[in-house]
Each structure stands twice: as C-alpha cells, then as structure tokens.
C-alpha cells in the first residue's frame, strides 16, 4: 500500500520542509525522491522541491521511495553534554562526529562523512543519553511523526524543594508557549531524582516544566525511546540499530 498523508497545516509550505518536519524523511531525501519523480500531491507527480502543498492536499510516496526509506540505517548513540543533535551553530559540535571507529560498539561500518543521518528527535545541548540518527524514513515517522504515542524516559536530578502539590502540577495541569501539555509520568525515585515519561517533545520541556515549580534542572539523562533502550551503551560510544529494534519500535508505533 503506497505512503500517503495529508497536510493539515494552515498556510502553505514548501514540500521538502514538510516532509522533513513530520518524520517522513531528511529534507535531502525529499529533494532527492522528488527529482526522481517518487513523490505526488493529490495524484500528480511533482518535480519540484519548493512546490508548496497546502491545507486538504494529499502527499503519496512510490513504492520505490518507501522502500528506499527503509533501507536506511539506524543508530544509537550516548550522547555527551556538550554536543547538539542536529546541525549546529559555527562553535556548537554535532552529534554525528561521534560516529567513528573508535567509539562504535558491535558490528557495522562507520557512515561516510557525507552521509545524510538526521536526528529523530532532539535532545538538548546540555543533556545526555539516547539519541537516535536515522536515514530510515519509516522509523523517522514512528518516531517523531505527527500520529506518533512513542513515549521516552528520562532521569532528571533537580535542586529545590520537591513536594507532592508540584509533583501533581508536572504531571498535568502546566502549559507551554500557550499549548496544554499532555499528561505526563513524573515520579520521585530519590530526594532529588526524579523520572519523568513524556509522549511529546517540546523544546527543553522537562527543564521548562520544571522551572514552573521552582525546580533546577542539573541533570538529565534520556534513557528509552519507546522499546529502545540506553542501557549500558558507554556515554560518547554508539552502535547500529538491531532488526529486532527496529521491528519492535515500529510494532509499538502501529
């Protein structure tokens, strides 16, 4: 059965930006399965990367695209404080530097330097643990895409007075950037260690939720990713994605 989806959005935008945002696939992907001629929009095969969809209008992959999406490779890393996910700044370190010989666990071969592996979902500059890169547009969309419940784990270390009423406000009732957030999981497991199980990625959200009830963050360390877990992976080492992984996160996402 072909790809297919819908764009809800109010204003219209460029189709590789979309595609790119929704978990479909890196924005160099749209732009190369659109020169070959593998994507459409309401039935009509586009050939230009800046075409803009609109509200109502429906996108369909080729077979041939899903199935070049899916012959991508997914990786895990343990990422260090002090790297960012995606593309940085001019004095900010990518994540992806970290993919060498020397810091691979198991079997694989290190990707080409030019290889096109965004990151599938974000994890701040100053948090650590699981990252996950992909050129895998099918796990990009269980990820990250917009029908999305995969939720993620994470262990956070606060400095402040940790009650029962803001334990309570954190797992439902707080709003960001004039949004409802949606329910979350947050548990004490020490005096200041807490867990916190979100189903949505807001920028810096645990750290901004947290400032709402007068908590510091100090530290903070994402450890599963639906059935994915951080486990032993060493901080700055990575490793491929097993079969086993990928089948079991697209399961969880179905």
């Known amino acids: 059965m072909a790809f297919t989806r819908t764009y809800d959005g109010d204003e219209p935008i460029r189709l590789n930006k979309w595609m790119g945002q929704t978990g479909v696939c890196s924005r160099r992907e749209a732009d190369a399965l659109i020169s070959q001629g593998l994507v459409s929009i309401d039935g009509t095969v586009v050939t230009d990367a800046g075409r803009k969809i609109e509200a109502g209008q429906t996108l369909t992959l080729a077979d041939q695209a899903t199935q070049a999406l899916a012959a991508g490779v997914?990786?895990?890393?343990?990422?260090?404080?002090?790297?960012?996910?995606?593309?940085?700044?001019?004095d900010k370190i990518p994540a992806v530097r970290l993919l060498t010989e020397a810091n691979r666990v198991g079997d694989g071969e290190v990707p080409a330097a030019d290889a096109s592996l965004p990151p599938i979902g974000r994890l701040d500059e100053d948090s650590r643990g699981l990252l996950l890169l992909s050129s895998d547009g099918v796990v990009a969309k269980a990820v990250?895409?917009?029908?999305?419940?995969?939720?993620?784990?994470?262990?956070?270390?606060?400095?402040?007075?940790?009650?029962?009423?803001?334990?309570?406000i954190l797992r439902h009732g707080l709003m960001l950037d004039g949004r409802q957030l949606r329910p979350a999981y947050v548990s004490r497991m020490e005096t200041f260690r807490l867990k916190f199980i979100l189903r949505e990625g807001r920028n810096r959200q645990i750290r901004r939720m947290c400032e709402m009830v007068d908590l510091e963050v100090i530290d903070l360390i994402r450890v599963?990713?639906?059935?994915?877990?951080?486990?032993?992976?060493?901080?700055?080492?990575w490793r491929m994605a097993t079969a086993e992984e990928r089948a079991a996160l697209l399961g969880q996402s179905a």
């Open 144 to 168: 990250i895409g917009p029908d999305s419940d995969l939720d993620k784990e994470y262990l956070v270390r606060v400095v402040g007075d940790v009650t029962e009423k803001k334990l309570k």
């Open 224 to 237: 599963r990713i639906g059935p994915i877990r951080l486990d032993n992976l060493p901080e700055g080492k």
């Open 74 to 90: 997914t990786i895990l890393i343990h990422k260090p404080i002090g790297y960012v996910s995606g593309q940085p700044e001019p």
